[in-house]
């Protein structure tokens, strides 16, 4: 999205440009984007551009599509200087004026949200996700549109598998995406524990990765013992039927079991039938 960058003094004025025209607009009748994706804005930074504002003035005008009412506005981009300009006293600000619909204003928003990179990992993923799920863009496409690579796209939308607490105690603790990629390799149930684990040590990302991987040799290892365990279980389960056919024959069977840090003993008692008579020859 191509942006009228303006210097001081031309606030008010308009400008003829190529995606629509500058136009002075009261504040009170821009309504926010409601599928801007941004969710949590920096009090310290919005109070540092409201300054500049105050100052300088509006140097970048949000851009806005007219209502159907054509008395409202609503935000394509720039939701951050709209609030900081409400915050410095503006009540009219300029802004760019593009025709547009609902799903392109959407569609613009996000795109321009994402072309900026200062969206926190969560939020770009979510923004992704809206991208893929509302407009039907194929991970490739969007790749394109922000000249990432598809498999940056893909990560991103991973995050996703991340509960809302995860992501918390991620944000939280100041967490990276690095860490949250690793935490991924975890089956689900053991994510949010590690996480607090990692996050109340304040663990650096090659130590997290560290920690998770020792965690997931820990897991084979405990499927690996499961697994002899089952087969063991199998082989006593199948003696004691095939111990059951010789008692059924009249024979008098028994096993002893004997366990060591090492191995397993079985002694099987087999009692011998009684050796048959011969009858005894009669006198001719």
């Given amino acids: 999205m191509a942006f009228l960058w303006m210097n001081e003094g031309d606030v008010g004025e308009r400008y003829p440009a190529a995606s629509g025209q500058i136009e002075e607009i009261e504040t009170a ?4 984007n409601p599928a801007q994706p941004r969710r949590e804005f920096d009090t310290e930074a919005l109070l540092a551009l409201s300054e500049s504002i105050r100052r300088h003035g509006i140097l970048q005008p949000p851009v806005v599509r ?14 951050r200087r709209l609030r900081a300009a409400r915050m410095a006293g503006l009540t009219v600000i300029p802004c ?12 613009l928003s996000i795109i321009e ?48 598998r991340l509960p809302i607490e995860a992501r918390e105690i991620i944000r939280s603790a100041g967490l990276t995406e690095r860490h949250a990629r690793a935490v991924l390799r975890l089956p689900e149930e053991r994510r949010i524990p590690a996480l607090r684990h990692i996050a109340a040590e304040g663990m650096n990302v090659a130590t997290a990765e560290r920690y998770i991987e020792r965690l997931l040799l820990e897991k084979k290892h405990r499927a690996r013992h499961a697994g002899v365990i089952k087969d063991i279980r199998l ?12 008692r059924e024959a009249g024979i008098g069977i028994q096993a002893e079991r004997r366990e060591t840090d090492e ?19 009669t006198a001719g």
């Fill in 29 to 32: 009748r821009i309504s926010p």
């Fill in 66 to 79: 007219r209502m159907p009412d054509g008395l409202h506005y609503e935000l394509i981009a720039g939701e």
């Fill in 96 to 107: 760019l004026v593009r025709e547009s619909n609902a799903d392109e204003s959407a569609e």
């Fill in 113 to 160: 949200n994402l072309q900026r990179r200062d969206l926190d990992m969560f939020e770009e993923a979510a923004a992704i996700a809206a991208l893929c799920d509302r407009f039907r863009m194929t991970q490739e496409q969007i790749a394109s549109r922000l000249s990432v690579s598809q498999s940056y796209v893909a990560n991103k939308l991973r995050l996703l």
């Fill in 235 to 246: 082989f006593y389960n199948s003696l004691e039927r095939a111990m059951g056919l010789v």
């Fill in 263 to 281: 191995e397993i003993e079985m002694v099987i008692h087999i009692r011998k039938p009684a050796p048959r008579r011969g009858k005894k020859e």
